[in-house]
């Protein structure tokens, strides 16, 4: 085993040697030198190859792998292969297949078939990885344990009559009786109430809409399911293997909320995660940023590895633009900004055949003759000179809520509008923050909020009694708090929480809410003092806050929309709508001057700043994400370019600096 690559960013990508004919892997080496990769992950999809029948294994060709990489000075990241049953074992053990909502069987001829309750399925995959751990605990091309892939992708939830029984099981575990299940599922209504254990199904389709708590706890269980799973492999491998760190990629990619990382990451020697941009969003890069934050928040503040990304367009969507020139560079930086220590790519040589053909790479079809390859060359040089900023980190002083719970009970069937996505609120706060340079931690709120001077609540629609309670002292401790619309309404159940709106933080805020008003997509109200608010709208009455801002018509003329209040040595401001950014803006300014706040540098609109620090130094990332030159305020040596820079810096566009401050 050898230790983690730690002499630059560590810079790679998933390898699948399987896909090639052995006399390219020479060339892959020569070209992995070329580009100045540092490691790879190995095996993720190679099942079928390493157990081609039941009980033979060939694991020639991954020793021969292995010792090729070693020999040029790459480290791997084996994966447990377990992602994907080869073919053979699903015809054997079709039992092992998924189910969907409407009770079909998922076929295998894709990937991840496998259901996660399925005791046979694990037994088989643990037995692989056993015997994995046995044959390269100790080779010297090991440096960390990959287990599985992106768990929950494609194969959660299943519905089938394994994950019944088990769900069940779960259920005895968190309520203990019947009584306390139908209490807290509500099934006074609607004649639900159980009598027996064996009548609970997990929510498949039905005639109209499931029982809101049993979708929720459906989540809660298939999350808790996988991560069940994760501890079985990481501990074989550990039985193995007692030095190498063991992780799992996640997906912190906003569009992907199957499972409740806050849960998974501290089972994680190191947190590592994919990011994909998604063409269909309005701020794809705002959004990058916020994974970051987010990333970084379940690491615990500590550097993460990027285990995936794309060089360039993805096969996934229904249009997969390309990138353009220098975006491959920037997107990368911008992670490093936000925390990541390592650079990986889904992957090193892009298919011929497939369903990837057509993703991108670090080597594209067009060979190392390409603008693209050359790009990855410059990437991987200025990820070997950025080796002095490893282990630095990101202080912030504003945190952004983020809770996997509240997101699943918000999503669930019956709400006053499913028009609002729970990512709406915290994303807009965190991309009008980031363009004033502000950096925010994004954290789950049972977080320790003493150290923030802003503490952002976004639609934290469920929240426990405990966290609204830290919540509400953090504001007391001199914490400047924002709580939006359709935050702290229903308790861990799902129960609302009675007597006005919002419940958890009624006496917080000094609001009372008898209703909901919410807006139809693409309504908005206008708003007392100019500005426009979307999304949802509210009764409230200020109890006891000033008002800031009315609705200036329609039903709630004359209404607060917008409240504070003074709470012990900090404040609390409620928005009961979503503002247009110009308006939010202001509102965030004046809270930001409260809690004397003060961003990372000054730059133009479209300019990200972001500052890492440790003992030996900080280190100023300025990203460009614009396509015009702009001229920033910064001074010291920009580890790009090797230069002094400052007092001013020209940055052309899609470009980026990394100051070492002076
Ligand atoms: C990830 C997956 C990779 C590859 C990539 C394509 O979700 O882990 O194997 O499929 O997406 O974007």
């Known amino acids: ?165 088990a769900f069940r099981a779960w259920l005895e575990q968190r309520y203990a009786d019947l009584d306390t299940l139908n209490d807290a599922w509500g099934t006074a209504f609607w004649s639900q109430r159980y009598t027996a254990w064996e009548d609970i199904l997990p929510p498949r389709r039905t005639t ?26 990481y501990e074989v491998i550990r039985r193995h293997s007692s030095q190498v760190p063991i992780t799992t990629n996640f997906m912190t990619l906003s569009n992907f909320r199957l499972l409740d990382y806050h849960d998974w990451a501290p089972l994680q020697d190191v947190v590592s995660t994919d990011h994909y941009i998604v063409d269909s969003l309005e701020h794809p890069r705002a959004e990058l940023s916020f994974h970051g934050d987010l990333t970084r928040g379940l690491a615990g503040g500590r550097p993460w590895i990027l285990m995936e990304h794309s060089t360039s367009a993805v096969n996934w969507q229904p249009v997969n633009p390309a990138k353009a020139p220098g975006q491959t560079v920037l997107d990368s930086l911008t992670h490093v900004a936000h925390g990541a220590d390592a650079l990986g790519f889904f992957q090193w040589r892009q298919s011929r055949s497939g369903s990837e053909k057509f993703h991108s790479a670090l080597v594209p079809h067009a060979g190392e003759d390409s603008d693209r390859f050359r790009e990855v060359c410059e990437l991987g040089a200025i990820s070997a000179r950025l080796g002095e900023l490893l282990g630095s980190t990101v202080e912030a002083e504003v945190a952004v809520l983020w809770d996997y719970e509240a997101l699943w009970a918000m999503s669930g069937p019956c709400m006053p509008s499913s028009a609002i996505d729970y990512a709406t609120a915290p994303h807009t706060f965190h991309r009008i923050l980031r363009e004033r340079g502000i950096t925010c931690d994004v954290v789950h709120p049972s977080a320790d909020l003493s150290r923030y001077r802003v503490v952002i609540v976004p639609t934290l629609y469920v929240v426990s009694d405990e966290n609204a309670s830290a919540i509400a002292s953090a504001a007391e401790s001199g914490a400047h708090v924002v709580v939006t619309y359709f935050s702290g309404i229903s308790d861990l159940d799902d129960h609302v929480r009675l007597g006005g709106y919002p419940g958890a933080f009624r006496d917080l805020l000094g609001v009372r809410v008898e209703e909901f008003f919410p807006l139809r997509p693409g309504e908005v109200v206008p708003l007392s003092g100019g500005g ?21 018509a329609g039903p709630l003329q004359g209404r607060p929309a917008l409240t504070r209040r003074a709470v012990g040595e900090g404040t609390a401001s409620y928005l009961g709508t979503l503002p247009d950014d110009a308006t ?25 700043v972001v500052r890492r620090s440790s003992s030996e130094g900080s280190w100023l990332f300025v990203l460009n994400h614009t396509t015009q030159e702009h001229e920033v305020t910064v001074t010291g040596h920009d580890l790009l370019t090797g230069r002094d820079v400052g007092p001013t810096h020209r940055l052309a566009g899609l470009c980026a600096a990394v100051v070492r401050e002076a």
Not at 110 to 127: D, F, N
Not at 209 to 226: I, K, M
Not at 584 to 608: F, H, K, M, R, Y
């Open 532 to 552: 426009t608010g979307s999304q949802w709208s509210e009764d409230a009455r200020a109890v006891d806050a000033e008002v800031l801002s009315t609705y200036a």
């Open 208 to 233: 109209t809409f499931a029982n809101p708590t049993q979708v929720l706890d459906y989540h809660r269980f298939g999350s808790d399911t996988l991560l069940g799973f994760y501890r079985e492999e």
């Open 1 to 165: 085993m050898r230790a983690w690559p730690k002499d630059g960013i560590a810079f790679g990508g998933d390898y699948n040697p399987e896909q090639w004919p052995r006399s390219v892997w020479d060339d892959d080496m020569r070209l992995m030198r070329e580009a100045g990769v540092t490691f790879v992950t190995l095996g993720v999809f190679s099942w079928s190859w390493l157990e081609p029948t039941k009980g033979e294994y060939t694991f020639e060709w991954l020793d021969e792998a292995m010792d090729l990489l070693h020999a040029n000075g790459i480290a791997v990241d084996l994966a447990t292969a377990t992602a994907t049953p080869p073919p053979w074992l699903t015809s054997a053990y079709p039992e092992i297949l998924p189910v969907d909502h409407d009770g079909h069987t998922l076929w295998p001829g894709s990937r991840q078939s496998w259901c996660p309750s399925s005791r046979l399925y694990r037994e088989l995959a643990l037995s692989l990885t056993d015997r994995l751990a046995a044959r390269y605990h100790d080779h010297p091309a090991l440096a960390m344990w990959h287990v599985s892939n992106e768990y929950a992708c494609h194969n959660l939830p299943c519905y089938c009559d394994t994950c019944a029984i």
């Open 584 to 608: 939010l803006g202001s509102v965030l300014d004046e809270v930001i001057a409260l809690a004397a706040v003060t961003p990372a540098a000054q730059t133009p609109p479209g300019v990200e």
